[in-house]
DNA sequence: TACATATTTAACGTGTACGTAAAATCCGAA
DNA sequence: TTCGGATTTTACGTACACGTTAAATATGTA
């Protein structure tokens, strides 16, 4: 029963998650953000934990490559899953929730999969930049370079 | 002293690469893929080992996202150094050398650096993800719930 | 209550990485 | 040599993810 937490306007709140307010409208706008119920014109308001969310949506997008439309599609399940959470024992049908989580799974079970994917080519990434930086470095540090470096050395 | 090997059409090598004929001119022009000095109008043609460099665009592209001017930095940079390789012993300047090697350790070194970071990145998340599909498999497994579902099924 | 600053909606603009269409031209097989 | 499919250049179009501007309105502070 606690009175509204802090809450802070969009600059504020934007300035948080490192990006700008028209952002955070766009996300709105494209139903990755609640788009919150305010009269003709009022301000929107934020409390500081919709941080993370933000935050979750940049991961997605930058780590993963996702459109804004396939983290979305995350997120309403996710949310979801949290509404179901708070409900716990309350639903109404038992098999929503069942069904829910389901599709909770599923789709989690696809995002690892991806996440996987992206991993073992990083991995292979990264083994070919270390392979390459070491014969860089092995040029440069080659005997009949490292006389020419001399040279160059005044 | 071999005769040029057998070279492809851009319909071919476009295939060969999985992407489009419009994507191969758009590399050319961006100077992602050399630009052949053709009679007007003649018709490009490739060979077969070009593929890798197309793969190794699109795994920068996907992988770490960066952008077609960044992946061509990178590029031009490793044709300098393989030129370098290539007239190892014969090139004119030492200095220019040891300075495109060093150019390339850098960028080798910032590029390993970007990618250890969505390394960490991606395990973070593959964590997070792994946590969450745990605990929903443990709600969907849970007593309470498989006795709903028992329900649920006829 | 006056005022400075922040926020609102609406609309158009931007950069990236291509897609698509059209008309001319090229190239290889018959 | 002729013909049909592939390729050429040119140019406009598109999807995404915001940026920018402008005019009106809201909000916090003196």
């Known amino acids: 029963m606690q ?17 700008t307010p028209r952002t955070i409208r766009f996300y709105e ?23 993370k969310r933000v935050e979750r949506i940049q991961q997605l997008q930058s780590l993963l490559g996702w459109s804004l439309e396939d983290i979305r599609q995350v997120l309403v399940l996710e949310d979801q899953v949290a509404t ?11 098999q929503d929730r069942y069904h829910v989580l389901q599709e909770a799974i599923d789709l ?22 270390e392979d390459k930086l070491a014969f860089y470095q092995t040029l440069r540090d080659d005997k009949k370079f ?5 040279g160059a050395e005044q």
Chains 1, 2 share one sequence.
């Open 3 to 19: 009175e509204s937490a802090t809450r802070i306007g969009i600059g504020d709140f934007a300035h948080a998650c490192g990006v």
């Open 29 to 51: 706008e494209r139903g990755l953000l609640p788009s919150q119920d305010r009269k003709e014109r009022m301000n929107r308001s934020y409390s500081a934990d919709l941080v």
């Open 84 to 94: 179901l959470r708070q409900q716990y024992y309350q639903t109404d049908s038992l």
């Open 108 to 129: 989690t079970t696809e995002q690892l999969q991806r996440v996987n994917q992206r991993m073992k080519g990083l991995v292979k990434l990264q083994k070919d930049l």
């Open 146 to 150: 490292s006389s020419a470096r001399d």
